[in-house]
């Protein structure tokens, strides 16, 4: 036996009317191969443990070898049904969160699996995952079709071909499947990416970079390749967030630095500072949605960012000051009216704090629905409880699933629009205002505001 | 149909037994001209949404302009009937949030409206404000008696003639207002308006300030004709919470560069946290209670402090230092049996880490009532939730409103005591006390906590 | 009439399973005297109210003088009949708080007492409880029986003799009465009984300390020691949480200086940072179990201090970084599978941020109970609300009570698995997961994860 979220009868009312509605995915780090290519998901482990960090940080959390779930193991010398039995012996691990939440809703609505998962249903749920893969209503395409996707925006190096995307663009399959630009590693001196990045830049836009004025123009150019494929958003992820206006001489000083490599740690700090202005400039320009991350700490294990790389379940969140963090970008184009911000935190303590008193001020800034670790029954009611008072509904910018796991997309929205539910139902029962109403603003939560925001 | 925060049936009697309670009112921003010259107010726009900040900051976050609903425009200048319906038009944006709770309550229990609000009603409910505000009834003193105020606070620079204030001390109406001091200006070297004030100081004081004891007893002057009008508090504040006790030499050097505008940012810093604790000295003298609003950075849109002005919607809460910063201030003060000190946080992550475990020691020490953005039913609840435990309900301060808008004195006092039942008849559920202990709790955060610790 | 938490049906039916299962203590700040010595307890103001700092610093935050509560004053100079008195005026400044809810289990089920504290009562509560005392079944090792104690852990200074521990090992009687190693005052070259304290590690280990290597070679020696006596933890207090890994040499000739007392601040911050991570390999080496309470400000009320000395209520939480701070130990021990590390906050909003995120990844890092302040009904369900989704239940380190009171121990169980059938029941009726698996985590809960996290 499977479960999920319960919800009360006026609860339910408002759900039902939602569930079924188009899913908009504005945000995420899906794979536009998987699209371009539709190629059948290997195995079961390949589609649910191997890429998610949520499902293996825990495993190894629990003393589990990383290479023992296959993670930093190429897929032909991996044992798919090996690292599912695994995975199923520490199915308990996940009680209470949402990766199991959104698991037994894939296995149940994806896969038709009811009973639960354990070590004596392991074989047999791997079985019945593996034989539907085959199947080619499992392919990516006939996925998304089935899961109701009305647009899957994809995260994108700035200095990505985005060959994928152009092949979806010439192709003739209909499926709405667009990039994101996302430039951290051309944007901040101190990734030890930058400086490689920086010349790629260069090959890429076919712009040769003698000084700043060309690094701009690269940026734009870059910016007009997404856009051309169909994006409507960059994305930009930051530790601590700081930006700062530079005039021109000391910007350009500091570039000329920064790409030999040659700059001290509170210059890089300040470069960065100062391009993410650029940025917000050039979206008041071209469009482009503004979403700012902030407040992850990369790689905090040293020897598994050097055995097996990023993205390994290493990053974590730390304190965030929004409001000083912010101020001199906002001073300069918070006020355009073609600029848009969309901002995500992981410091729960700036939702009431900082986010929903600055949103609901600046007519450009959104905020965020709760990310990463917050994305989660609980962490959605924190987000609802501590926003909506001072931002109101209208300063919020929908959902966004954020993932990497395609299949676990339907799950997520799924928990999302039922925690959606619960909360207004929540508000009707208090007396904040009726279920008419609650009709509407559940509609606006489960996509309108995500349409509206990203500009979809 | 207008709505109000629902009540399950113990939390009911709760409440009524506290409804009709008079209402102390000690910490506020209404405007005394109001009840000594007692004239009418002008028209529904100028009551409900010109002057008051938590309105039109969220129109302006959906870019409607400020002027278009009369911020910055001289009264004979506006269209009142067109900014309401601007208003209303925008309503939508307003669910979920408290204010749109407190108009309710106030178009309902204050002018016997009971449609919603929106564009169709919009005229309706506007010439049913509008010929309200005609009728003697509507003028300040009558609303004032019919609210049942037993004491009305105003905030009032230290440098305020206080004009209003001696007029009704002079005149025959009962009704008790009183200011309070709020000296921010003439003791914050960093305030733009200090050099000024410190002058005006001298003007209003008639004392001469030639050096630093001179300036205490200005200080001291002025907070005697305070007390004399009826004040029993001090407002004080802060961005960034700091104390520190300098010797006298040190504190007279800075202040003679401070009042030539030409001391640095650190030493800026130090004689503000100096001065809060000379305030807190004098308090322990002449027993006027020591206020401290923390956290706030005023004036972050610098267009819109160029063009508009102070106070429109723009300062945005930041993360306070509770312990550090009032630890030189309390060991100097803090076990003076005459010294009150009540504290205010826009920064919830201090309720159960900072304030309620200080509280819970010092004697000097009150919370004061959830502020600002947090004025509201979860900004309530996470409040007791946070604080009651280590604090316990003797260390609170009780309720006060803290508004501009006269009107809307009623309805935020109802929310607070309807928060009240609903906090206190959940703890009655839970098994932590009884009915009885409830409802002397009820009535100590209804009305007696708040006369205790104001000293009223 | 005392009153106790309320549960739902379902809740009961969990909490019944695990209400009488044994107590396991491995953290808290019991006398080993008491339970070497076995000798009756003086009296009820020396058994409540006299020891115990969240009973007299809620007294003394509301103007009563510590000495008339017994605190500062020696036994003989009290009236303990006094005192109680005293007490129980103040017994309404309680309303809401734990230790009301401990003193009413401790009174009802302790000592058979029904009637609420009061004014009234006092006289025959102290009867009660004083004709108790003298009783056999109230020695400190009749109540260690009665509570059904199957461990429990008390916290010793490093260079403490532990001649009670001895003594006990020693003796007959089959309690299990263990130490924990504390090496605060031998780690800390900024705490003031450091120079004097690394005197009397050189005497208690019986190694002459010429250098570095030998400083760490007594320490070794000292957690042998305990060990010896039954220890399987040691204990470190932080203020501002900091560690980092310095070479030799200079280790060697910071701690050179430090035991002069010659070094700065930032030298004695960098060494205790050092010797943090110091503790942890030798953690790693011998297995015993590090914990550490990070985030108390210690003795901020400098009169009270000078007056009274340290643990007189007046220790205060403030801000911590997890992530930041134990990024170096962690980087250098934190893979190591004998090592553990147990983290108790006084920062809640850690809780979602950092520790939850740590401790689902990190298999080192076990996440302890709510502390301090926290250990409260709410003070538990936030923090399940807030660690659980992301750390899972697996990663916790089940409840300790970390108390002076000894009577107290059994209440502090019993609230905790109260909060714990709360909050799993909850779990439930969210559909989150059944009622088999809510009965398997309210074990681990209760007592297994204790016992594992320790190495009971």
Request: aromatic share 10%; with cysteine; glycine share 6%.
């Amino acid at each position: 036996m499977t479960f999920e979220i319960s919800l009360s009868s006026p609860a339910t009312e408002l759900y039902e009317a939602i569930r079924d509605l188009p899913i908009v995915s504005p945000h995420g780090h899906t794979d536009p191969a998987w699209f371009a290519e539709n190629a059948a998901f290997t195995d079961p482990a390949d589609l649910v443990i191997v890429p998610d960090h949520y499902v293996f940080r825990m495993l190894h959390s629990q003393g589990v070898a990383l290479e023992d779930v296959g993670v930093g193991v190429p897929r032909e010398a991996r044992d798919p049904r090996a690292i599912w039995r695994l995975f199923a012996a520490h199915w308990h691990l996940f009680l209470g969160t949402p990766t199991r939440t959104w698991l037994e809703h894939m296995f149940r609505h994806g896969f038709g699996i009811e009973v639960a998962l354990s070590t004596e249903t392991a074989d047999m749920v791997y079985d019945q995952i593996d034989a539907a893969l085959e199947r080619p209503e499992f392919r990516p395409r006939a996925l998304f079709e089935r899961f109701n996707l009305e647009v899957l925006a994809t995260t994108d190096a700035a200095t990505d071909l985005l060959e994928h995307h152009q092949t979806l663009q010439r192709g003739d399959w209909t499926g709405r499947v667009i990039p994101t630009f996302r430039p951290d590693a051309v944007l901040d001196p101190s990734d030890p990416r930058y400086v490689r990045e920086i010349k790629r830049l260069e090959e890429v836009s076919n712009i040769t970079i003698s000084g700043f004025e060309d690094y701009l123009n690269a940026l734009r150019a870059r910016r007009g390749v997404f856009k051309g494929l169909g994006a409507t958003a960059t994305d930009h992820a930051i530790e601590e967030l700081h930006t700062v206006w530079l005039d021109r001489p000391v910007a350009e000083e500091l570039f000329g630095k920064a790409r030999r490599g040659a700059l001290e740690p509170q210059d890089a700090k300040a470069l960065y500072g100062h391009m993410l202005i650029e940025m917000a400039e050039m979206s008041a320009e071209d469009g482009l949605v503004m979403q700012i991350h902030a407040g992850s700490r990369r790689n905090t294990n040293a020897d598994l960012l050097e055995s097996h790389g990023r993205d390994k379940g290493a990053d974590m969140p730390v304190r965030t000051d929004w409001v000083r963090g912010l101020e001199p970008l906002l001073n300069r184009v918070g006020t355009n009216p073609n600029f848009r911000l969309i901002a995500f935190t992981l410091d729960e303590s700036t939702y009431a704090r900082e986010l929903a008193p600055m949103a609901g001020h600046w007519p450009c800034l959104k905020i965020g629905p709760p990310w990463w670790f917050h994305d989660s029954l609980n962490g959605i009611l924190r987000y609802f409880d501590q926003v909506v008072e001072t931002a109101g509904y209208q300063n919020l910018a929908g959902f966004n699933d954020d993932t990497r796991a395609f299949m676990s997309i339907p799950a997520r929205h799924d928990l999302w629009r039922r925690a959606v539910a619960l909360h207004l139902a929540q508000q009707v029962e208090r007396g904040l205002f009726g279920t008419g109403d609650a009709e509407i603003l559940a509609r606006d939560l489960a996509v309108d505001l995500a349409r509206k925001a990203y500009r979809l």
